[in-house]
Nanobody, 116 residues
Framework: QVQLVESGGGLVQPGGSLRLSCVAS????????MRWYRQAPGKERELVAS????????VFADSVKGRFSISRDNARNTVALQMNSLKPEDTAMYYC?????????WGQGTQVTVSS
């Protein structure tokens, strides 16, 4: 059974950092594209970062380039999103996502709030 469980969200001041983690079960993260999305109140869900392939090729939204990084820990079957220089506009619910056997899977989300 495919399952994604996010953690690591919280309240942080502008300029601060957070590290989100997505623990996967039921499949091997290194064999599938893994993505982080976010959704702010009243806005559409947007793709923030993705990692794919054996070399871990990553792609980022323009709004987070240079501030966020994505990585995999194959031994722990997890994907992490390191978020630095956080801004109030990064406030959102963050979701881990993958496509497995033609079906989209989502975690329950973890809330990130950037505020002074």
């Amino acid at each position: 059974q495919v399952q994604l469980v996010e953690s690591g969200g919280g309240l942080v001041q502008p300029g601060g950092s957070l590290r989100l983690s997505c623990v996967a079960s039921g499949f091997t993260v290194s064999n599938y594209a893994m993505r982080w999305y976010r959704q702010a109140p009243g806005k559409e869900r947007e793709l923030v970062a993705s990692i794919v392939g054996s070399f871990g090729f990553s792609v980022f939204a323009d709004s987070v380039k240079g501030r966020f990084s994505i990585s995999r820990d194959n031994a722990r079957n997890t994907v992490a999103l390191q978020m630095n220089s956080l801004k109030p506009e990064d406030t959102a619910m963050y979701y881990c996502n993958t496509m497995y056997s033609g079906r989209n899977y989502w975690g329950q989300g973890t809330q990130v709030t950037v505020s002074s």
